[in-house]
C-alpha cells in the first residue's frame, strides 16, 4: 500500500513537473483528459534515458576524488559510483530499490530491483486517438507493471554500460517480496555490450510510442532470459579483517598506520579468556566490591605486561591503543604526524578492566584517585569518543575547567558523530562560561545540534548564560562558527577526518577491501547525505 501511494504522489508530481506549475501563472487550468496523458507518458517513457546515459560514459565522475586522492580511472570506485550517481538520477515513477554488484577487472556487473506492485499503476487510462476513457482491470494493470519492469531492467543495463567501457557484461534481475527469504528473483536478464548497442538500443529509442498492453519490451527481453551466478565478485573482497591476511598497498599503510588488512581488526575473539574474566569480575563485583576491584587491577597489570612485550618485540615505532570500532581505527591516524608508526591492537579486556577502575573510584566519588585512572584510560583510547568523555566527566567534579577544554577541543579534531559532536560543545560551552569566555560559550551552546541527547540542557544553560551576559537573542549559526574560527576551532569533523575517510574509502575500494571500506563510506553518507554514497555502501555489503 505504502509503495503504491509513493508512486501515486510521484506520478503526481510528474504532472506538475509537465505541465510547469509553479514556474509561471497558469494561463488556463489543464484539462483531466491532458494530466492523464502526461501520467501515462511516465510510464512509457522510462527509457528515454537509455542513448543519453550511454553517451555519458566519457563524462566527468564528481565522485572521483572526494577527498584529496584521486580514484584510478575504470577502477572499482570510479565504476561503482558512476553507477550509483546514473541511478539515483533516473526519473522512475516507482519506487527503485536496487542493488548492485560489480567485478571491474572481469568487466561484469549484476543489478537487482524491486518488482513493481500492481496498485502503483494507472485505473484507468485516456484514449486521445477515440476521445475514450478505459477502465484499467487487475490483470492489465498487471501487464503494465511487468512491462514497466522491463523497460526498467533494459534501462539499468544501460547504466551498467555507461558505468565504464570496462563494463562489457551485466546480468538484471527483478525480486519479489518473500516472506521465507525476504525476496525472491522473478526473472533474470544477461546482456552483453555489443549486443545490446546493436539490438536493444533501437528499441529503447521507441518504446515510449508502444502500447503497454501488448508488453513490446518484456517480449523482446525474453531472448536475453538467463540465469546469474551466485556471486561474481572474489570472495577475498568481502573478508573481514582479521580473517584478511593480504598485504596493504604502500599508500595505505601509511594512511592507515598498517601493513596487513588484519591490523586494522578492531573486535575481540569471541571466546577470548580475558573478556571472560572481565565478565567473571562483573559478576562478582555485585556481591564484592572491594574484591572485583582487586581483581581488575591484576588483571590490567598483567595485560600492560602483554602490550609491554608486543612493543619490545616490533621491529618499529608503535603505539598500543583501544579502538572501540572500525570507524575509530581509521581516524585515529589523524592523531598521528609520522606514517612510520604502526598501532598495535589494545585487548578489548584491558579497556573494560580499566573503565571499571574508573567506574570504582567515581562510584565512591573519590575523584581525585580516579583522575590518574581516567587519564590512563584516556591515553589507551585516544580516538574514542568513550574515553574523552570519561575524563570530562572527572575533569568537571573537580571542576578544572581549563583541562575539559583542552580535552573537548582535542574530542572535536576527530568527531565525526552528530550525538558526540554535539556532547562535546556543550561540554565545552559550560567550561568556557566558568573560565569567564562568555562569547566562547555562548557560541559552542549554540552550536549543540537541536534534538541531540543534550540539546535541551544546552538550550536551557544558554538562555542562562544570554540573561548574564544581557543578550537576547543567541548568536545565529554563522555568527557562532565565526567566533570559534576566531579561537582556533574548526566546526567538525574537520578537513583532516573527512578527508581521511573519504581517502581511505576510495584506495579501499579501489583494492578490493570492502568491509574496511564500507565503514567509511557509511559515515561519509552520515556525514553528506548523498544517495550516491549509500547505494554505494550497499553494493560493497
Request: aromatic letters at 8%.
Amino acid at each position: 500500500m505504502l509503495l503504491a501511494i509513493e508512486c501515486r504522489l510521484n506520478r503526481l508530481s510528474g504532472i506538475l513537473e509537465r505541465i510547469g506549475a509553479g514556474l509561471a501563472p497558469a494561463a488556463s487550468s489543464p484539462s483531466l483528459e491532458g494530466c492523464a496523458l502526461f501520467d501515462a507518458w511516465h510510464i512509457a517513457k522510462t527509457t528515454n534515458d537509455v542513448p543519453r546515459l550511454l553517451d555519458t560514459a566519457s563524462s566527468d565522475n564528481p565522485w572521483a576524488k572526494p577527498g584529496t586522492v584521486s580514484c584510478q580511472p575504470g577502477g572499482e570506485w570510479d565504476v561503482r559510483t558512476r553507477f550509483a550517481r546514473i541511478v539515483e538520477a533516473l526519473n522512475v515513477v516507482t519506487r527503485l530499490d536496487y542493488t548492485y554488484r560489480a567485478n571491474v577487472a572481469e568487466g561484469i556487473m549484476l543489478v537487482r530491483f524491486g518488482q513493481s506492485v500492481v496498485d502503483a499503476m494507472l485505473q484507468r487510462e485516456y484514449d486521445a486517438q477515440d476521445d475514450a476513457w478505459r477502465e484499467l482491470d487487475e490483470d492489465t494493470r498487471a501487464i503494465w507493471a511487468a512491462e514497466h519492469d522491463a523497460r526498467v531492467a533494459l534501462t539499468l543495463a544501460a547504466a551498467c554500460f555507461a558505468a565504464g567501457t570496462c563494463i562489457t557484461r551485466c546480468y538484471v534481475q527483478i525480486a519479489a517480496p518473500d516472506s521465507e527469504q525476504g525476496e525472491r528473483v522473478v526473472a533474470t536478464y544477461f546482456f552483453g555490450r555489443a549486443a545490446y548497442l546493436a539490438d536493444c538500443v533501437p528499441v529503447a529509442k521507441d518504446l515510449e510510442s508502444m502500447d503497454m498492453d501488448d508488453m513490446p519490451c518484456k517480449r523482446v527481453l525474453e531472448a536475453y532470459e538467463s540465469t546469474a551466478p551466485e556471486t561474481i565478485e572474489p570472495a577475498e573482497v568481502h573478508a573481514r579483517p582479521r580473517d584478511d591476511h593480504r598485504t596493504l598497498p604502500p599508500a595505505l599503510r601509511d594512511l592507515l598506520l598498517a601493513d596487513t588488512a588484519d591490523e586494522l581488526e578492531v573486535m575481540e575473539e569471541d571466546d577470548d579468556p580475558y573478556v571472560a574474566r572481565v565478565v567473571e569480575l562483573r559478576e562478582q563485583a555485585k556481591v564484592d566490591r572491594t574484591g572485583a576491584f582487586e581483581g581488575f587491577s591484576r588483571l590490567v597489570e598483567e595485560l600492560e605486561a602483554k602490550c609491554t612485550v608486543a612493543e619490545l618485540l616490533a621491529t618499529g615505532p608503535v603505539q598500543t591503543q583501544f579502538c572501540d570500532n572500525q570507524l575509530v581505527r581509521m581516524v585515529l591516524p589523524v592523531l598521528e604526524e609520522d606514517d612510520s608508526v604502526r598501532i598495535l591492537r589494545a585487548p578489548d579486556a584491558l579497556y573494560f578492566a580499566q573503565h571499571e577502575i574508573c567506574s570504582f573510584y567515581a562510584e565512591q566519588e573519590d575523584f581525585e584517585r580516579a583522575l590518574p585512572e581516567v587519564r590512563h584510560l584516556y591515553d589507551l583510547a585516544r580516538s574514542s569518543m568513550q574515553s574523552h568523555f570519561a575524563l570530562i566527566n572527572v575533569l568537571a567534579r573537580l571542576e578544572r575547567f581549563d583541562e575539559i577544554i583542552e580535552v573537548a577541543r582535542h574530542g572535536l579534531r576527530i568527531a565525526s558523530d552528530r550525538s558526540a559532536i554535539g556532547y562535546l560543545f556543550y561540554r565545552l560551552a559550560f567550561a568556557y562560561w566558568n573560565c569567564d569566555q562568555l562569547d566562547l560559550a555562548l557560541a559552542c551552546y549554540r552550536l549543540v545540534p537541536r534534538g541531540e541527547e543534550s540539546g535541551s540542557s544546552a538550550l536551557e544553560e544558554m538562555q542562562g548564560l544570554m540573561n548574564e551576559m544581557g543578550v537576547s537573542e543567541p548568536p545565529t549559526f554563522e555568527e557562532a562558527v565565526e567566533t570559534i574560527h576566531k579561537a582556533g576551532l574548526e566546526l567538525p569533523p574537520v578537513s583532516a577526518v573527512t578527508n581521511q575517510l573519504a581517502d581511505a574509502a576510495v584506495q579501499l575500494v579501489d583494492n578490493g577491501f570492502f568491509f574496511l571500506a564500507r565503514g567509511c563510506i557509511f559515515q561519509m553518507w552520515r556525514t553528506m547525505g548523498n544517495d550516491e554514497l549509500g547505494s554505494l555502501n550497499r553494493s560493497l555489503g
